[in-house]
């Protein structure tokens, strides 16, 4: 039996045979492109690239100088600002060997609090001030005159504040989530209340430093001011209490300014 023979066609050729690559022409100077005219016929409407990099050139002194002065005028260099303030308690001249008192602990949530600081304002009208969030505090003691050392425990406790609506001072800042206390074997645990029942954070003027530290799921403790809540001091050996003082600093983040809690 004869068996046949298939010749390759033309058509075989092409699906199987290898064929040379187009690897393309010289690149065309710039200046030779044939990208068509905004509004041409045929044209896309869009301007060529040497059209836009030409306007990139132009704009870009333009946007550096806006820049350079929103980060003088609104960041200056710096996301981080100290918040400096003294605390001296005039109000008790005797002479001991602790210092105790309580500032604002019957004052409601809505109701102005006092012997505190207001940020970003310059007048006692929290409808003026500004909302921080504060990543760090911390309280050193310092005296006049004698050898007095602080003991521990000695800290200070302070109520974040929020803005209070009609041209008065900061007020409390409630919690912000459901809680509820059991007393059963304490004579009193308490979580409610004008002083358990908002928030307020602590600084242990003994080992000093309260951190805070932003990241990005915790972002400090966000308020427009701090007052007083408690100070609590023992001292090594008796001292007039009106040479004592506190230098408390607040470390609070730039770039959270804002209007709103």
Same mark, same amino acid.
């Given at each position: 039996?004869?068996?046949? !023979?298939?010749?390759?066609?033309?058509?075989?050729?092409?699906?199987?045979? @290898?064929?040379?690559?187009?690897?393309?022409?010289?690149?065309?100077?710039? /200046?030779?492109?044939?990208? @068509?005219? @905004?509004? *041409?016929?045929?044209?896309?409407?869009?301007?060529?690239? %040497?059209?836009?990099?030409?306007?990139?050139?132009?704009?870009?002194?333009? *946007?550096?100088?806006?820049?350079?002065?929103?980060?003088?005028?609104?960041?200056?260099?710096?996301?981080?600002?100290?918040?400096?303030?003294?605390?001296?308690?005039?109000?008790?001249? /005797?002479?001991?060997?602790?210092?105790?008192? #309580?500032?604002?602990?019957?004052?409601?949530?809505? #109701?102005?609090?006092?012997?505190? +600081?207001?940020?970003?304002?310059?007048?006692?009208?929290?409808?003026?001030?500004?909302?921080?969030?504060?990543?760090?505090?911390?309280?050193?003691?310092?005296?006049?005159?004698? /050898?007095?050392?602080? %003991? *521990?425990?000695?800290?200070?406790?302070?109520? @974040?504040?929020?803005?209070?609506?009609?041209?008065?001072?900061?007020?409390?800042?409630?919690?912000?989530?459901?809680?509820?206390? &059991?007393?059963?074997?304490?004579?009193?645990? /308490?979580? #409610?209340?004008?002083?358990?029942?908002?928030?307020?954070?602590?600084? &242990?003027?003994?080992?000093?430093?309260?951190?805070?530290?932003?990241?990005?799921?915790?972002?400090? !403790?966000?308020?427009?001011? +701090?007052?007083?809540?408690?100070?609590?001091?023992?001292? #090594?050996?008796?001292?007039?209490?009106?040479?004592?003082?506190?230098? +408390?600093?607040?470390?609070? &983040?730039? !770039?959270?300014?804002? %209007?709103?809690?």
């Amino acid at each position: 039996m004869r068996k046949k !023979i298939f010749k390759s066609s033309k058509l075989d050729e092409a699906l199987y045979m @290898p064929k040379q690559l187009d690897v393309g022409t010289a690149e065309k100077d710039v /200046s030779e492109t044939e990208t @068509p005219y @905004p509004l *041409a016929k045929g044209s896309d409407g869009l301007p060529k690239f %040497n059209e836009l990099q030409e306007a990139q050139k132009k704009n870009m002194p333009k *946007a550096m100088r806006s820049q350079v002065a929103f980060q003088q005028k609104k960041l200056q260099y710096s996301n981080y600002q100290i918040v400096n303030i003294l605390f001296t308690p005039t109000d008790s001249a /005797s002479t001991q060997d602790y210092y105790f008192n #309580t500032y604002n602990a019957g004052v409601a949530v809505g #109701t102005a609090l006092t012997d505190g +600081i207001l940020f970003g304002s310059n007048v006692k009208n929290s409808d003026s001030a500004k909302y921080y969030n504060v990543v760090y505090a911390n309280v050193r003691f310092a005296k006049e005159n004698g /050898s007095q050392q602080i %003991n *521990a425990p000695s800290f200070i406790e302070f109520y @974040p504040m929020q803005k209070v609506i009609g041209g008065v001072f900061g007020g409390k800042i409630p919690r912000q989530i459901e809680a509820v206390d &059991d007393q059963t074997n304490v004579t009193t645990f /308490s979580s #409610t209340g004008t002083d358990n029942g908002v928030q307020s954070f602590g600084v &242990d003027v003994y080992n000093e430093n309260a951190y805070y530290t932003q990241s990005p799921d915790l972002k400090g !403790i966000r308020c427009c001011g +701090i007052a007083l809540k408690e100070i609590n001091m023992n001292f #090594t050996a008796a001292m007039t209490l009106s040479a004592m003082n506190l230098d +408390i600093e607040i470390g609070i &983040d730039l !770039i959270t300014e804002g %209007n709103n809690y």
